[in-house]
């Protein structure tokens, strides 16, 4: 689309020259495709930070680093082929279970290899919809986000703080996501996937990301359902199957589930409460025996050897 409301482009990663009316462009595959800033609206300037030189994905064994202008498809490589990546980073060869949920992840955003290729990840989270895959990916990582201001000061904030609601954040005007850092430590815990539809192949309804972390505790990612990831820890020796739903409720408020034509709050509900069931069983067999070898997503989470 034509963005005829659009006097400039510059380009620069420079928050200083941020002036009001400008929007940050990274992939541009939201501006381009809605023909507006979803959270300004029609932008006069147009910051390009194709310029900026950032390493797509930085790795020093204890901590993998995500730019904000690493494209999908680079992030999608490393998800595929994860040890060859990560050794033409640093040499290592390690083993990190959590990369596994790059694919799917990526493979949430139902889109050609065209969009791959332009979409960023910094620019999926800071459009801040629900069924934004990074955003997903980066909360269910316990990923946090460097945020650069105009002033020079350079604040970090949880990933799933930074969404606060549709097409809402907590980004300040002029303010620019640099990376995101994701501990090694969090990749090497055992983690699983669930993705669901109201159509084959549509948009994300239910995207929930559990990973083990411990003493028996599941930290569960609740997101596309919710307009806005909400983290919950769970005792999986004080669950009881049959109140997974109340427990749910007690974390998600009634007026924090999605609603649009992509699937029913109520619907979403029910279907979070059933994909964490799977989680449980998945990550703690015998948990929940009824939700054993029983997947109701439809996007698998598949390791990169399978």
Same mark, same amino acid.
């Given at each position: 689309m034509?963005?005829?409301?659009?006097?400039? +482009?510059? !380009?620069?990663? #420079?928050?200083?020259?941020?002036?009001?009316?400008?929007?940050?462009?990274?992939?541009?595959?939201?501006?381009?495709?809605?023909? +507006?800033?979803?959270?300004?609206?029609?932008?006069? %300037?147009?910051?390009?930070?194709?310029?900026?030189g950032?390493?797509?994905?930085?790795? $020093?064994?204890?901590?993998?680093?995500?730019?904000a202008?690493?494209?999908?498809?680079?992030?999608?490589?490393?998800? %595929?082929?994860?040890?060859?990546?990560?050794?033409? @980073?640093? =040499?290592?060869?390690?083993?990190?279970?959590?990369?596994?949920?790059?694919?799917?992840?990526?493979?949430s955003f139902v889109a050609?290899?065209?969009?791959?290729?332009? !979409?960023?990840?910094?620019?999926?989270?800071? &459009?801040?919809?629900?069924?934004?895959?990074?955003?997903?990916?980066?909360?269910?990582?316990?990923?946090?986000?460097? +945020?650069?201001?105009?002033?020079?000061?350079?604040?970090?904030q949880?990933?799933?703080? /930074?969404? &606060?609601?549709?097409?809402?954040?907590?980004?300040?005007?002029?303010?620019?996501?640099?990376?995101?850092?994701?501990?090694?430590?969090?990749?090497?815990?055992?983690?699983?996937?669930?993705?669901?539809?109201?159509?084959?192949?549509?948009?994300?309804?239910?995207?929930?990301?559990?990973?083990?972390?411990?003493?028996?505790?599941?930290?569960?990612?609740?997101t596309?359902g &919710?307009?806005?990831?909400?983290?919950?820890?769970?005792?999986?020796d004080? /669950? #009881?199957?049959?109140?997974?739903?109340?427990?749910? #409720?007690?974390?998600?408020p009634?007026?924090?589930?999605?609603?649009?034509?992509?699937?029913?709050p109520a619907?979403?509900?029910?279907?979070?409460a %059933? @994909?964490?069931?799977?989680? +449980?069983?998945?990550l703690?067999?015998?948990?929940?025996p $009824?939700?054993?070898?029983? $997947?109701? =997503?439809?996007?698998t989470?598949?390791?990169?050897?399978?």
């Amino acid at each position: 689309m034509d963005m005829t409301c659009v006097n400039e +482009i510059v !380009s620069t990663a #420079d928050p200083n020259q941020w002036q009001p009316g400008d929007a940050w462009l990274a992939g541009g595959t939201v501006l381009y495709s809605y023909g +507006i800033d979803l959270q300004i609206g029609r932008p006069k %300037r147009l910051l390009d930070l194709h310029a900026a030189g950032w390493p797509a994905l930085e790795w $020093d064994g204890q901590r993998l680093r995500i730019a904000a202008t690493c494209k999908v498809a680079e992030l999608y490589r490393l998800g %595929r082929t994860p040890e060859h990546v990560l050794a033409e @980073l640093t =040499g290592q060869l390690p083993q990190h279970p959590g990369l596994d949920l790059i694919a799917p992840c990526c493979d949430s955003f139902v889109a050609s290899f065209k969009i791959w290729n332009m !979409s960023t990840v910094g620019g999926n989270v800071a &459009t801040a919809l629900p069924a934004g895959p990074m955003t997903s990916l980066l909360a269910g990582w316990d990923a946090v986000a460097e +945020i650069h201001a105009q002033d020079g000061a350079v604040r970090h904030q949880p990933v799933a703080e /930074v969404v &606060t609601g549709e097409a809402k954040h907590t980004l300040s005007n002029g303010e620019l996501i640099r990376a995101f850092d994701i501990d090694a430590a969090v990749l090497q815990q055992p983690s699983a996937f669930r993705r669901i539809s109201l159509t084959e192949r549509g948009r994300s309804a239910v995207l929930l990301i559990a990973r083990d972390i411990g003493d028996r505790i599941m930290r569960l990612a609740i997101t596309a359902g &919710t307009v806005h990831p909400i983290m919950v820890d769970i005792p999986i020796d004080a /669950v #009881d199957p049959a109140e997974l739903t109340d427990l749910i #409720d007690e974390y998600v408020p009634h007026n924090a589930w999605t609603t649009d034509i992509h699937g029913a709050p109520a619907w979403r509900r029910a279907m979070t409460a %059933r @994909l964490t069931q799977e989680l +449980i069983e998945e990550l703690f067999p015998g948990t929940i025996p $009824d939700a054993a070898d029983r $997947d109701s =997503g439809d996007i698998t989470l598949k390791g990169a050897n399978s």
